[in-house]
């Protein structure tokens, strides 16, 4: 159903004298969009189901390392800052963790100068002072994009099976996590430690109704990605695939016409993170099953809710009690009683995505009657 067909039915649910008028048919926007987000989330619903990959990366080691100790007072800026010699260092490197050679340290790196040959690190090191030492760069976390609501499973496309799925302080607690091998477990850890991270360099453009925005001079390709939330013009888009570059489109339609050299501002919307046991001893890539997340749609025109229709009930019931609940109206109960009602008879429709089956093969034996 589109959003105006949707804005139409809630304000005759609610007798509106105002249907026109753009502030009503903001919030009931408003109202529809929260109730949608929470519908999409009641259960795990099969349509939510997706797919992702990610590349495991192994310790990085070329080159060598020159650190100062921390003395507990007056160098600490010295004592963070470590100097490399014949390393090739990244950006990327930023959110990994350093360790010098006969340490039992693990160091966050929280800045990198690629030019300068140097990392600074989150806490001083407490080290002692030394030059052309070996070292360790190890990407402990993988960020999934801000698409993923839930994860369902992690597998290995090299052995064709899941992974074993541990909890943070089971796996530590093993204190498996300092090998270095194929991955066999994994665990979901923290998010939103980017969510302050923008991405502004260039210009877009777009045109209303489109879900497509092109940039100028911009590097959209490993600096957004899906679920990143996008602002231009005032308003917010979700960003559903970057495709470019130069080339992004949202989940939902522009509102109205970008001009040529807008600025915008994109924001990491990072859910999560995972992390794997063993350390990878080479680049492997490992697909997961994940629920999409939920987003905003803004075009009143041009977009649909993303579920079937026939979840659009429920919703709109649910819409409707949010606005007799707002105006003490005593069949708010009522409605809501029958949106807990209508969304159990969705679950029963079995529009869920499940688990894997547990397999197994019956025992028989070797003995019994019809055996050779």
């Not at 109202?31 to 189901?49: D, M």
């Not at 809501?336 to 969705?346: G, H, I, K, R, T």
């Amino acid at each position: 159903m589109l959003l105006r067909t949707a804005i139409d039915v809630l304000l005759s649910r609610i007798n509106s004298e105002s249907p026109s008028n753009p502030d009503v048919r903001c919030r009931c926007a408003v109202a529809l969009n929260l109730c949608s987000q929470h519908l999409f989330r009641a259960a795990p619903w099969e349509f939510r189901k997706r797919s992702g990959q990610l590349t495991l990366i192994p310790m990085y080691t070329t080159g060598t390392c020159a650190i100062v100790q921390y003395d507990g007072y007056t160098n600490e800026a010295v004592a963070k800052t470590v100097t490399f010699s014949g390393a090739s260092l990244s950006t990327k490197m930023v959110g990994s963790y350093f360790q010098p050679s006969s340490s039992v340290n693990w160091y966050r790196i929280v800045a990198v100068d690629t030019v300068g040959g140097t990392i600074v690190v989150d806490a001083p090191v407490s080290e002692a002072t030394g030059g052309a030492l070996a070292f360790k760069v190890w990407k402990r976390f993988y960020e999934l994009p801000g698409n993923v609501d839930v994860v369902l499973r992690v597998g290995s496309w090299e052995h064709g099976k899941d992974l074993d799925y541990k909890s943070y302080n089971d796996l530590m607690a093993m204190e498996k996590h300092k090998r270095v091998g194929t991955p066999t477990m994994y665990t979901v850890y923290g998010g939103l430690e980017n969510d302050d991270t923008t991405y502004s360099t260039g210009t877009v453009s777009g045109t209303e109704g489109s879900n497509i925005l092109t940039g100028i001079t911009t590097s959209f390709l490993g600096r957004t990605g899906s679920g990143d939330l996008m602002t231009v013009a005032g308003n917010e888009y979700t960003v559903d695939r970057v495709e470019s570059d130069t080339s992004m489109v949202l989940r939902s339609r522009l509102v109205s016409t970008v001009p040529a050299g807008t600025t915008f501002s994109v924001r990491k919307n990072t859910p999560a993170f995972l992390m794997f046991d063993p350390t990878t001893d080479r680049l492997k890539v490992v697909q997961y099953e994940f629920l999409l997340s939920p987003w905003n749609i803004t075009n009143e025109a041009k977009d649909y809710f993303p579920f079937p229709d026939y979840f659009m009930l429920p919703m709109l019931d649910r819409a409707e009690m949010m606005f007799r609940e707002y105006k003490d109206d005593s069949k708010w109960t009522a409605l809501l009683q029958l949106y807990s009602s209508e969304v159990s008879a969705l679950i029963e429709r079995k529009s869920r995505a499940e688990p894997g089956f547990m397999q197994f093969a019956p025992f028989i034996h070797p003995n019994s009657s019809g055996r050779q």
